[in-house]
């Protein structure tokens, strides 16, 4: 049963009780309600340059288990690193809490950009050299855009939402857009596909068509009012919106332009039997999750929650999206929190009164263009598979994630 604040009335008079703290009382003596003294932050030289969080605040990325690899691993590789999204606030995710992700385990490469340059050649009029004083002259863009990993898929093993949602982040990105340096270049007619390389050992290239580079693809040297941290892609990184993780190539260095599509690296370690996932998908359909209440939180009591989540497409802006509170029997529409940006994370709520009884929450969403997230009995059904609680959705999922409340307020995986 959905429920607001305003149903708590006007704000509380002292001696009244209410759910949301202690209650002042009108005989209690000024002496009693004094504050605590509060100890000080001294200023140090490192607090003045750069800044710190408060030590209370502890939210972490964490090495994800996709893959079994660890990062970092014996050597210092890195492979896959999740962000908390149980504690995100707001759809920017800090850039030390972005996630992050190498092409097969690599190395970080730690480039110095006086000494980095983007070459842009192949069906060009003019192969041209860009270091990065170049780029930086040139007209800016600044947009929020999230990235997502095709291994950000949910199963019944999952402990909370950082495992299971964790490798999508989203950000504000400034640089120059692509369709400005390919105009500089000047394409040739037959030009229809470009291929994207990093600087990495394991080579992060990746083909794409012309059309989307001519559309809305950034060559990006900022993040959240900053340089681009290294591990993602310091000082360059090319991103392309709504597009699986994978194409937006980090230590950006060269971009070819080409006649047909190329099968690279990145493409052939994606190749599958199964022609529902055959290779690499482009576009990331939509997609939402509840990140609280979500798996690992407790519930102190029955009260007054907000249903909160985040939900993104690469279709698009979000347009809507559902809640539901009793496992998907009746959906009600969640508000949108401030104004949804096209393939930008969106945050949602809803609000909603538990009684005390087993539940099952869940959130969907539906794009710009249509297109609304599907159940796990849906994308079977459409596969004409049988349908089982952990159906493992092929290719990139995107299905409803449950999460199931108990009576005593734990939240566990609705999918365990």
């Keep these: 049963m959905a429920g607001g604040v305003a149903a708590l009335g006007p704000t509380q008079a002292l001696g009244q ?3 949301f703290g202690t209650p002042l009382h009108d005989n209690m003596p000024m002496s009693d309600m004094a504050m605590p003294t509060t100890p000080m932050i001294k200023g140090t030289k490192e607090l003045i340059e750069y800044g710190q969080r408060s030590h209370f605040v502890t939210s972490m990325r964490m090495s994800h288990p996709m893959g079994g690899r660890p990062s970092p691993d014996m050597f210092g590789k890195t492979f896959h690193v999740a962000s908390p999204l149980q504690d995100s606030v707001g759809v920017v995710t800090p850039s030390s809490l972005h996630y992050f992700a190498t092409t097969r385990g690599a190395f970080v490469p730690d480039i110095d950009p006086k000494q980095h340059t983007l070459l842009i050649h192949g069906l060009v009029d003019r192969p041209l050299t860009f270091n990065m004083e170049d780029l930086k002259r040139l007209p800016s863009i600044t947009r929020l855009h999230f990235i997502e ?7 019944g093993r999952q402990k909370n939402v950082q495992e299971s949602h964790g490798m999508t982040s989203c950000a504000e990105w400034t640089g120059v857009l692509l369709s400005t340096l390919l105009k500089e270049c000047g394409l040739k007619g037959s030009a229809k596909w470009f291929v994207a390389e990093g600087a990495e ?4 290239a990746s083909s794409m068509p012309i059309a989307k580079a001519m559309d809305d693809c950034l060559i990006a040297y900022g993040m959240n009012g900053e340089a681009v941290r290294p591990q993602n892609g310091y000082p360059l990184r090319l991103m392309v919106p709504g597009y699986e993780g994978i194409f937006h190539t980090k230590w950006l260095r060269r971009l070819k332009i080409v006649d047909r599509y190329y099968m690279n690296y990145n493409d052939y370690g994606h190749l599958e039997r199964k022609p529902e996932e055959a290779a690499l998908a482009f576009q990331i359909g939509p997609k939402s999750v509840i990140t609280h209440p979500s798996g690992g939180q407790q519930l102190p009591g029955k009260g007054f929650y907000e249903i909160k989540g985040l939900a993104w497409s690469g279709g698009g802006a979000i347009r809507m999206v559902e809640v539901s509170t009793d496992g998907g029997k009746k959906w009600n529409r969640a508000e949108i929190k401030g104004t949804a940006q096209r393939m930008a994370h969106t945050r949602f709520g809803f ?11 869940l959130s969907r969403c539906t794009d710009e263009i249509g297109q609304r997230q599907p159940t796990r009995q849906e994308v079977a059904k459409y596969w004409n598979v049988p349908f089982e609680r952990n159906y493992r959705v092929p290719g990139l999922d995107n299905s409803v994630m449950p999460w199931r409340i108990a009576r005593d307020g734990t ?5 365990a």
């Design 17 to 19: 009780t209410s759910p």
């Design 149 to 155: 990993c095709a291994g950000n898929r949910h199963n």
């Design 201 to 204: 050992e394991v080579k992060g």
């Design 351 to 361: 609000p909603w009164t538990w009684d005390g009884n087993e539940a099952e929450i």
């Design 411 to 415: 939240v566990t995986n609705g999918l």
